[in-house]
C-alpha cells in the first residue's frame, strides 16, 4: 500500500515557476516507477511526466519537454515537478501516481493516486 500527497501548487503568473512534491509513505516507494498527471476543467486527465524506480529515465508529453523536470529522493520517498516557463494552458489539478509495472502514459497503469493540487497560471 502505497499514500501520496502532493504540495507545492498555487497561483503564479505566466512565466513563472513552481516546484510540486508528492510524499510517499510505504516502505516499498523505491519500486515503483511515479508519475505526474494532470485534469484541466472539462478535461480527461492527461499524462504530464514519469520517472523509473531508480530514477535513471524519465518521460515527459511533448508540450512540457524543456519546461518541466522530474525528479525522486528515494531516501525521502517524494517525487517532485518542476515546472518552468509556466503557461496560461498549464493550469490544472495535478495529480502524482504510483506504479508497479514501470512508467506508462496511460492512468490504468497506475495503482495509487495522490488527491491533487491546483496549479494557477495567470496570463
Known amino acids: 500500500q502505497v499514500q501520496l500527497v502532493e504540495s507545492g501548487g498555487g497561483l503564479v503568473q505566466a512565466g513563472g515557476s513552481l516546484r510540486l512534491s508528492c510524499a510517499a509513505s510505504g516502505r516499498t516507494f523505491s519500486s515503483y516507477a511515479m508519475g505526474w498527471f494532470r485534469q484541466a476543467p472539462g478535461k480527461e486527465r492527461e499524462f504530464v511526466a514519469c520517472i523509473s524506480w531508480s530514477g535513471g529515465v524519465a518521460y515527459y508529453v511533448d508540450s512540457v519537454k524543456g519546461r518541466f523536470t522530474i525528479s525522486r529522493d528515494n531516501a525521502r520517498n517524494t517525487v517532485y515537478l518542476r515546472m518552468n516557463s509556466l503557461k496560461p494552458e498549464d493550469t490544472a489539478v495535478y495529480y502524482c501516481?504510483?506504479?508497479?509495472?514501470?512508467?506508462?502514459?496511460?492512468?490504468?497503469?497506475?495503482?495509487?493516486w495522490g488527491q491533487g493540487t491546483q496549479v494557477t497560471v495567470s496570463s
Open positions: 501516481a504510483a506504479s508497479p509495472g514501470g512508467c506508462s502514459y496511460n492512468s490504468r497503469s497506475y495503482d495509487y
